[in-house]
């Protein structure tokens, strides 16, 4: 027996280039069709997205011919997405600038240079060091022009740092944000998925470039206009003293009007109460947030939902409700793994936008981010679908229009062209500024940019 009510929420549609018919669920269909959203707005402040690259130097030529395919015309795979790349300017309006051997742009690492280092004590920290050097002397060479740093990491470094790898790759990425610098991290997968599918591919790589390189490929066609969401993550840094708990926020809003803002808010980064803030810095916290949207918008948000990985206490309300005063707000809770499932009377797993409400006092129901797309009439996922879990800890927005809202949120990173994705990007941004905390930036350190992080 099921308690509550199921329903299927609608897909969301995403906005594309200005126009009557730019409407579509699938970011490649919206792209290929109509073109990124500022294409044809005015608002674009690059004129091409200028590629730099520090890469192992056996291994150059790879990589170049790999950012070379960004400007061919590739047919999808067969059993993959249905629809074609059909090459760089083609699809976002605006060329690409890629280096040649002997640019200043192309800075290579010698084998020996890895051959001094790996396997020897203090390679970790070495390893850092040797790509600090490498990006510094990038932008040594390119002050004027720094454009989008595409940075290899070769074979050789995910078998030696197999169990730190993503620690490594983090460590290297803020080693970027300190240069001030939007890096394309490309790994020994990427460069082999290009033989495997090259189509899928060269989406990905391309919208990472486009949008580090500051574009602004789509935003959710309807909603609540002048909403401020915001996403609060938690993540452990270890170190030889022990452990620190960290917190990480991420801004997004204007998400359904005339433009998009994603930003990370600068603070003080240490929890002192564990999974959770303090009354003041939960304060301190959401007014930083609400500054910069004051800033950027010149008013108040009508509404602030602020999503978090963990369950609102007593003192993080009271701090939110200080720092908001008058402004209506929703705390929720996104449990991203929960034991509650849904049934499906086929083989395949729930529709993707599958919502149970289990009607409880304080509001609490079970979303499916990822599942079977009835439109695709495919299960789109490699891993078993599974569901998160909405707890509103306060607020009297219905739960499931709060439920819609985090299914929207869901198509709103831009880090991928996949159809779905199973966090809401207030969450997933948050957990990647986390990755880059754990290395040990400091706030003095640190930018709002969100592109520096992804």
């Known amino acids: 027996m099921i308690i509550g009510e199921v329903i299927r929420l609608k897909e969301p549609q995403l906005q594309f280039s200005v126009g009557k018919h730019n409407l579509a669920i699938d970011p490649r269909f919206g792209l290929s069709e109509y073109g990124p959203l500022d294409g044809n707005t005015g608002r674009r402040a690059f004129s091409s997205v200028g590629i730099g690259l520090i890469a192992k130097e056996d291994e150059v030529n790879r990589v170049l011919k790999l950012l070379n395919d960004l400007n061919k015309n590739l047919k999808p795979k067969r059993g993959g997405s249905k629809v074609r790349y059909k090459g760089f300017e083609d699809i976002y309006g605006i060329a690409t600038d890629i280096p040649e051997i002997g640019d200043d742009k192309v800075i290579s690492i010698r084998n020996y240079e890895f051959n001094e280092i790996i396997g020897k ?7 850092i060091s040797l790509y600090g050097s490498k990006i510094q002397q990038y932008v040594d060479n390119n002050r004027q022009d720094i454009g989008v740093l595409v940075l290899q990491m070769p074979k050789i470094l995910e078998k030696y740092f197999k169990y730190n790898y993503d620690d490594l790759r983090a460590h290297i990425k803020a080693l970027c944000v300190k240069k001030r610098i939007y890096t394309q991290i490309l790994t020994e997968s990427s460069l082999q998925a290009q033989a495997s599918d090259p189509c899928d591919n060269m989406w990905n790589l391309s919208l990472g470039l486009y949008v580090k390189a500051g574009g602004v ?3 959710l066609e309807s909603g609540e206009e002048n909403a401020c969401f915001i996403g609060i993550a938690f993540g452990i840094k270890k170190s030889s003293e022990g452990q620190d708990i960290l917190v990480g926020l991420a801004e997004i809003f204007d998400v359904f009007g005339e433009s998009v803002t994603i930003r990370v808010v600068e603070e003080e980064f240490e929890s002192e109460v564990g999974y959770h803030l303090s009354r003041e810095k939960a304060k301190t916290l959401i007014e ?11 008013e108040k948000p009508k509404r602030v939902i602020i999503h978090k990985t963990t369950d609102f206490n007593e003192d993080e309300k009271q701090g939110v409700e200080a720092a908001l005063q008058n402004i209506p707000y929703d705390l929720v809770h996104i449990q991203l793994n929960t034991s509650l ?7 395949f797993p729930p529709n993707r936008g599958a919502f149970w409400d289990l009607e409880t006092e304080g509001g609490k129901g079970i979303l499916y981010t990822t599942g079977y797309v009835e439109s695709f009439r495919t299960y789109p996922g490699a891993a078993t679908a599974s569901p998160i879990e909405i707890n509103r800890n306060y607020g009297e927005t219905e739960l499931k229009k709060i439920a819609e809202q985090i299914l929207g949120l869901t198509k709103m990173n831009w880090n991928t062209t996949a159809l779905m994705n199973k966090e809401p990007v207030t969450i997933e941004y948050a957990r990647k500024v986390i990755d880059v905390l754990k290395t040990g930036l ?12 992804i």
Do not use: V
């Open 288 to 298: 930083t947030a609400i500054k910069g949207y004051e800033s950027e918008k010149q």
């Open 121 to 127: 004590e203090g390679a970790f920290k070495n390893i």
């Open 217 to 219: 490929p789509w935003k």
């Open 442 to 453: 400091k706030a003095e350190g640190f930018l709002k940019d969100f592109r520096y992080y």
């Open 341 to 347: 499932r849904l049934i499906p009377e086929r083989d």
